[in-house]
């Protein structure tokens, strides 16, 4: 018998025999119990188990939804904004242990987003099943799916009320914040109802599907309860008249085709303010702004990686965040407020992991500033996503590896060696990639995979290699988190539906 067999053996029977005379569980050892993780596991217990349950209602609610921030986004988020500081130099830190500010709240579950067509969603779909509380079709915004997409006829009779419906109603303020078109399918689903998301503007809608009205419109016209408060995002020629110059872009003009200045009629409505850049939103006096409506840009607001640090006009998802929580709070009976973080969904549709990453640092930014600004004893948040994307992250690189980088591996004993992985091919490959996308163009030619080494891996429009070639890369179909903090935020757990976001705002806001 081998010493190794004969510990093996000890182990197997050692407790048993231990069982026969106590039933007291096996100590652990010194070493084990004085080991960092040891002490730091017990104690994120200890935490739990001292988890408040208030049966308060919640006076604010706040849901955050990181477009397209599925978990493996969230996971290599957290590692990547350890890395890297804001202007994108290593700081040395591994970034494994990293949470982003919404990773330490309390109560999280899984959510399952198919549409009641799709069994991978888009952004429409997932926007009205948390809006609304019901799933429909993809394509389509707070209408119920027995809506055919892009069909006016009975899609009035067919729309649903939001949860933002709900909130003016029982005399709250709202507001809803974007980095994407303020008219995007995410944004549009709490106060617009439409059967296609892409109608945006009346020049788009077909002929024969007109008395649609555009989500443009939708916007200015808003009457439930006094109206939206705070409506902030891009797309600004949306609700300029054709021909109108813009006032930031002189090649640019406004595109609506029924001749209306929306941005006119807003400012009619008493304490209404609209700003078009970031100054304006710094300079705006928030005691006499009742209503704010801001149009930073012709279409999306910039990626943050492309910003002009010494010259941006654009405000961040931070700024737009505060400003919105500033003018929303004065209401004492509340509001409900949607911020969404836009682009990590394009970043991924561009195959770009860089830019998604760093969209996900913002919207963990924009989430620790409202935290700031609110009573977490009143003030329930919410942070999800809509929907996946094919984002990886594989190999076995070593601790701390560069999460931007190509795969570096450990040594049989543990140790990081800085080596290269090496795939069949004999070449390295990166530890984030995608299943499909315009990644794909770049990753192979005639001898077979290219190789990764000689990219610039960490460049902000660097794509990761892809299998699949695709002009956009897709969505993923895969559960999204949800993470909840404030009032009956401990009825966030288990593995839900995605309409049942809207079911949780409702109840805890005590408006069911
Ligand atoms: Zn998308």
Same mark, same amino acid.
């Given at each position: 018998?081998?010493?190794?067999?004969?510990?093996?053996?000890?182990?197997?029977?050692?407790?048993?025999?231990?069982?026969?005379?106590?039933?007291?569980?096996?100590?652990?050892?010194?070493?084990?119990?004085?080991?960092?993780?040891?002490?730091?596991?017990?104690?994120?217990?200890?935490?739990?188990?001292?988890?408040?349950?208030?049966?308060?209602?919640?006076?604010?609610?706040?849901?955050?939804?990181?477009?397209?921030?599925?978990?493996?986004?969230?996971?290599?988020?957290?590692?990547?904004?350890?890395?890297?500081?804001?202007?994108?130099?290593?700081?040395?830190?591994? @970034?494994?242990?990293?949470?982003?500010?919404?990773?330490?709240?309390?109560?999280?579950?899984?959510?399952?987003?198919?549409?009641?067509?799709?069994?991978?969603?888009?952004?429409?779909?997932?926007?009205?099943?948390?809006?609304?509380?019901?799933?429909?079709?993809?394509?389509?915004?707070?209408?119920?799916?027995?809506?055919?997409?892009?069909?006016?006829?009975?899609?009035?009779?067919?729309?649903?009320?939001?949860?933002?419906?709900?909130?003016?109603?029982?005399?709250?303020?709202?507001?809803?914040?974007?980095?994407?078109?303020?008219?995007?399918?995410?944004?549009?689903?709490?106060?617009?109802?439409?059967?296609?998301?892409?109608?945006?503007?009346?020049?788009?809608?077909?002929?024969?599907?007109?008395?649609?009205?555009?989500?443009?419109?939708?916007?200015?016209?808003?009457?439930?309860?006094?109206?939206?408060?705070?409506?902030?995002?891009?797309?600004?020629?949306?609700?300029?008249?054709?021909?109108?110059?813009?006032?930031?872009?002189?090649?640019?003009?406004?595109?609506?085709?029924?001749?209306?200045?929306?941005?006119?009629?807003?400012?009619?409505?008493?304490?209404?303010?609209?700003?078009?850049?970031?100054?304006?939103?710094?300079?705006?006096?928030?005691?006499?702004?009742?209503?704010?409506?801001?149009?930073?840009?012709?279409?999306?607001?910039?990626?943050?990686?492309?910003?002009?640090?010494?010259?941006?006009?654009?405000?961040?998802?931070?700024?737009?965040?505060?400003?919105?929580?500033?003018?929303?709070?004065?209401?004492?009976?509340?509001?409900?407020?949607?911020?969404?973080?836009?682009?990590?969904?394009?970043?991924?549709?561009?195959?770009?992991?860089?830019?998604?990453?760093?969209?996900?640092?913002?919207?963990?930014?924009?989430?620790?500033?409202?935290?700031? /600004?609110?009573?977490?004893?009143?003030?329930?948040?919410?942070?999800?996503?809509?929907?996946?994307?094919?984002?990886?992250?594989?190999?076995?690189?070593?601790?701390?590896?560069?999460?931007?980088?190509?795969?570096?591996?450990?040594?049989?004993?543990?140790?990081?060696?800085? /080596?290269?992985?090496?795939?069949?091919?004999?070449?390295?490959?990166?530890?984030?990639?995608?299943?499909?996308?315009?990644?794909?163009?770049?990753?192979?030619?005639?001898?077979?995979?290219?190789?990764?080494?000689?990219?610039?891996?960490?460049?902000?429009?660097?794509?990761?290699?892809?299998?699949?070639?695709?002009?956009?890369?897709?969505?993923?179909?895969?559960?999204?988190?949800?993470?909840?903090? @404030?009032?009956?935020?401990?009825?966030?757990?288990?593995?839900?539906?995605?309409?049942?976001?809207?079911?949780?705002?409702?109840?805890?806001?005590?408006?069911?």
């Amino acid at each position: 018998m081998t010493t190794r067999t004969l510990l093996l053996l000890l182990a197997v029977g050692l407790p048993l025999l231990v069982g026969c005379v106590s039933t007291a569980p096996p100590a652990s050892t010194v070493v084990q119990v004085s080991d960092p993780w040891f002490t730091r596991g017990q104690a994120t217990l200890e935490r739990r188990k001292a988890l408040a349950r208030p049966a308060t209602k919640a006076k604010n609610v706040i849901l955050f939804i990181g477009d397209g921030m599925g978990i493996s986004t969230l996971t290599a988020a957290r590692i990547f904004a350890a890395q890297r500081d804001l202007d994108g130099e290593l700081t040395g830190r591994s @970034g494994e242990e990293n949470h982003l500010s919404f990773e330490r709240f309390p109560y999280s579950a899984l959510v399952k987003t198919y549409t009641t067509n799709g069994q991978v969603s888009d952004s429409a779909g997932t926007a009205t099943a948390m809006a609304s509380g019901v799933k429909t079709r993809s394509g389509v915004l707070s209408v119920t799916s027995e809506q055919p997409k892009g069909v006016c006829a009975g899609s009035r009779d067919r729309a649903v009320d939001t949860i933002l419906d709900l909130a003016e109603e029982s005399g709250m303020s709202t507001g809803v914040v974007t980095t994407t078109t303020l008219t995007h399918a995410t944004p549009g689903a709490f106060y617009a109802s439409t059967p296609h998301r892409d109608w945006e503007y009346d020049a788009v809608i077909p002929a024969d599907q007109k008395p649609c009205p555009d989500i443009a419109r939708q916007l200015i016209e808003y009457d439930r309860g006094d109206g939206l408060e705070v409506a902030m995002g891009g797309g600004r020629p949306y609700f300029l008249p054709a021909g109108r110059p813009d006032p930031e872009y002189s090649d640019r003009t406004g595109l609506r085709q029924d001749g209306r200045d929306l941005v006119d009629e807003w400012q009619q409505r008493p304490g209404a303010a609209y700003v078009w850049n970031q100054d304006q939103l710094r300079d705006l006096d928030v005691a006499q702004t009742d209503r704010l409506l801001g149009l930073f840009e012709s279409w999306e607001l910039k990626y943050t990686v492309f910003r002009d640090p010494k010259n941006e006009a654009d405000p961040t998802l931070t700024e737009m965040t505060r400003a919105a929580i500033d003018i929303l709070q004065k209401n004492p009976r509340g509001f409900f407020l949607m911020v969404e973080g836009g682009r990590i969904d394009h970043g991924h549709h561009y195959g770009s992991a860089h830019m998604a990453l760093e969209e996900t640092r913002q919207l963990s930014m924009a989430v620790a500033a409202a935290m700031e /600004k609110v009573d977490l004893d009143n003030t329930l948040i919410l942070v999800t996503a809509d929907h996946s994307h094919t984002l990886t992250i594989s190999g076995y690189p070593s601790r701390g590896n560069d999460i931007l980088g190509l795969v570096r591996e450990n040594d049989d004993q543990g140790g990081a060696t800085g /080596k290269l992985a090496r795939a069949e091919d004999g070449k390295p490959f990166t530890t984030l990639g995608y299943a499909n996308g315009p990644g794909a163009r770049h990753s192979f030619d005639e001898q077979g995979r290219t190789d990764p080494s000689d990219h610039q891996t960490h460049g902000s429009r660097y794509r990761q290699q892809a299998l699949v070639r695709l002009s956009d890369e897709t969505h993923g179909g895969e559960d999204v988190a949800l993470y909840a903090t @404030g009032p009956q935020a401990h009825l966030v757990g288990g593995l839900i539906e995605q309409n049942v976001i809207f079911h949780l705002m409702r109840h805890a806001l005590g408006l069911d």
